[in-house]
């Protein structure tokens, strides 16, 4: 009868410990298996299953779907939601939920700053800076300035460069740049820079990386150190149109009843009959007549050297020929288009 009531009572007790209860555990514990609702002690595991636990320190908390209430714990595996103190490490499936305010609670890696980005790529002024500039890339800034004689043109699409020539850029309060860095041939690495003083204004020079490349503009312009562009002399403020052309506009007598004459003047250049000045304002513009021709000054217009007495007869023979190989040309494609279709030859 003993054997039997000592077998009872161990059934009764592993009954109550694998059953559905609420119970305490004590320390050092392995919690318990199954539906439960169990406080743990310090030092359990947890609980496994579909549970609802709180634990003391310690302990390492719960696995499982599980609603957790954790102190310097493991935090919870499986779909929970849990509140935990210092020393967690959160979650791993599901989401969490921190109600402390330890700055020893691991987080998630903040995201880098993005500095005086605005916007993930863009590039903006450095105050007061001609040159600098700050580029953002992908929410990161960097600081950059543009090659030596290039300014930053904050106006430039994020698809292109944005350091150009200064003719190209408003400034405006951006005054400030950086130490010029010359070379033997350029007094910046980049750039275009005018070469003569205002009686000769053709000629300039472009500088990439300190070398220097010497260009000439077209006859009778001049080069702009404030366009980069070759100009009318008289459009260019450190040239003297009439030194650089070698021409000066007559007066022109100026009526009381009539005022000044309407429409330009034109006059041939002395030492060569192809080129000819319009006076515009006083100033003079050189112009030039093409192929054989010569500038007509009863016609104010270019006509066949030929018919000019003061050009060279050298220009003026080539001229004649040039105009009578022309007539029978025309004569040739009169006289053809005369036959009728079945005579034309088809090439």
């Not at 496994?48 to 302990?59: I, K, M, W």
């Not at 919870?76 to 700055?103: D, H, I, K, L």
């Not at 090659?147 to 200064?166: H, K, R, S």
């Amino acid at each position: 009868m003993k054997t039997i009531a000592l077998l009872l009572s161990a059934c009764a007790v592993a009954h109550a410990q694998l059953g559905n209860y609420n119970s305490g555990q004590s320390s050092n514990s392995f919690g318990s298996f199954g539906n439960t609702r169990a406080p743990a002690q310090a030092g359990s595991f947890g609980t496994f299953g579909n549970t609802r636990t709180q634990t003391r320190p310690g302990a390492f908390s719960s696995f499982g779907n599980t609603q957790t209430q954790a102190q310097s714990n493991f935090g919870s595996f499986g779909n929970t939601r849990t509140q935990s103190a210092s020393n967690s490490f959160g979650r791993q499936s599901g989401y969490q939920q921190s109600t402390t305010a330890n700055p020893t609670q691991f987080q998630q890696p903040a995201r880098q700053s993005a500095g005086s980005c605005r916007e993930l790529n863009e590039r903006t002024p450095v105050p007061g800076s001609c040159d600098r500039y700050i580029e953002c890339v992908n929410g990161t800034s960097e600081e950059k300035t543009c090659p030596d004689g290039l300014l930053f043109n904050a106006e430039a699409l994020f698809t292109t460069y944005p350091c150009q020539y200064p003719n190209e850029v408003k400034c405006l309060e951006r005054s400030s740049l950086q130490p010029a860095q010359p070379t033997e041939d350029c007094p910046h690495q980049f750039g275009y820079f005018k070469l003569g003083d205002a009686r000769n204004c053709s000629a300039f020079r472009n500088c990439v990386n300190g070398v220097g490349f010497d260009f000439t503009c077209p006859e009778g312009l001049a080069f702009s150190s404030e366009t980069y562009r070759c100009e009318w002399p008289d459009e260019v403020a450190d040239c003297d149109a009439e030194a650089f052309l070698g021409f000066r506009c007559p007066a022109i007598p100026v009526s009381k009843e009539l005022g000044p004459p309407a429409g330009f003047r034109y006059y041939r250049a002395d030492s060569n009959c192809q080129k000819y000045f319009i006076c515009i304002e006083g100033h003079p513009r050189a112009l030039s007549c093409g192929g054989d021709s010569a500038f007509d000054e009863l016609t104010s217009s270019c006509v066949s050297a030929d018919e000019v007495a003061v050009c060279p007869q050298e220009l003026r023979a080539s001229a004649a020929r040039s105009r009578e190989d022309e007539k029978q040309r025309l004569a040739k494609e009169v006289s053809f288009n005369a036959r009728p279709p079945q005579q034309k030859k088809r090439f």
